[in-house]
């Protein structure tokens, strides 16, 4: 049975704290590089911002217009006025704050539902009003946070400067993919009926999975574009490229409109980039096998090219430490991998129609748009 309880609560309290926290930082070291006369790292650190605000606003935007098809039009035009001046996360912020205080200390009162509704209304109205945010989340982190913590460990690799800001920074980067991560995939395990929530010991299996491998390849980023830039740009353009490619092979069905799930597909494009994500729900062992494998394979091959083509650089101290962190995450990130799908990875995925008997009986026409939502959107 989904439940929204008062840890899940205090975790939302603190992701807010953590958002808003993140918010101050980006501007904060983008006004010291500017001052600084570091104008170029400073407009891509605003850049990365402004494009996943713009991106998760629109989607935002998107999915309260479907949940409110039909209803109060000035109401609508309402949240478009909050969506356009990027502030629309917080109107879900709120929702979550007042539905989760409800199912979390409320949950007993008799006026927390009407006469109507069933017993878990509010269970479920907290459940999916956070699982909207964590999908919003996962577009931000991939969008900006991985992308800023990439400039971040570029500029003290390249440039050897050790500025006090720019450690937290790197820190809040690494926060900001580690909460995002785990609290999306506790939003999947409790969109699956015949699942166990996920506990302590799985969500930090599946933590490290996911925070050393894409350290590992961020790292490998970094190395790449301090040998060459635009090698790493051909790169990650190819990379993307990939990407959308197999997200059209998918026919993916997560939006309602054209324009918005060919938007959705190039956002794909993008984590995919930096790590798997599947768009199906699917069993995926040989895709992430593949996937995993190529990174494994351009990682060896971004060191081997420093070994023979720059035999001088790896007398460098950070060139050391880096490749060893490089292959250190990469490997422990793959046996937190293997351990998590052996072991704790759900293998029951929610079939159509049981999602639908679950809807229909549990919260009417509004919340059977939202599991769809969220069914066609699931990462491993």
Known sequence: VMTFTKQNFIFLVSGIIIYVVDIGVDFWVA??????????????????????????????????????????????RWIFLVHLFHCGIFIRYWFALKYGCQAAFKQNSSRDASETDPPNFIQKQAIDVVTDINMLRIFKTFLETAPQLFVQIYILM???????????????????????????????????????EFRVLPKLVYLFYKLLTITSWIFSISLITVLSVRS????????????????????????????????????????????????????????????????????????????????????????IIVSILTILSLLLGIIFLVV?????????YCRPQACSDEVDGEAGQKDRVEISRFQNFIMQ
């Open 232 to 319: 790493s740009v051909i790169l990650l353009i190819f990379l993307w490229i990939c990407g959308f490619t197999w997200t059209l092979k998918q026919h993916t069905t997560f939006c309602t409109s054209k324009k918005m799930e060919y938007l959705y597909r190039t956002v794909i494009g993008v984590i995919l980039i930096f790590t798997f994500f599947n768009i199906k729900g699917r069993k995926t062992k040989v895709c992430i096998s593949i996937y995993y494998a190529t990174h494994t394979v351009v990682t060896l091959g971004i060191l081997s090219v420093y070994i023979f083509w720059k035999p001088s650089i790896i007398e460098e101290i950070h060139f």
């Open 31 to 76: 006004s010291k590089y500017f001052w600084q006369g570091q104008y170029s790292w400073s407009i891509s650190i605003l850049c990365f911002r402004g494009l996943s605000s713009l991106i998760t606003q629109i989607f935002s935007y998107e999915w309260f217009k479907n949940d409110l098809e039909g209803t109060d039009t000035g109401k609508l």
């Open 340 to 348: 998590y799908y052996r072991c704790f990875h759900p293998t029951a």
């Open 158 to 196: 390249e440039h050897g400067k050790n500025n006090f800001y720019q450690y937290p920074a790197i820190i809040m980067s690494f926060c900001g993919i580690s909460i995002s991560t785990v609290d999306y995939q506790t939003s999947l395990r409790k969109s699956l009926p015949d699942k166990d």
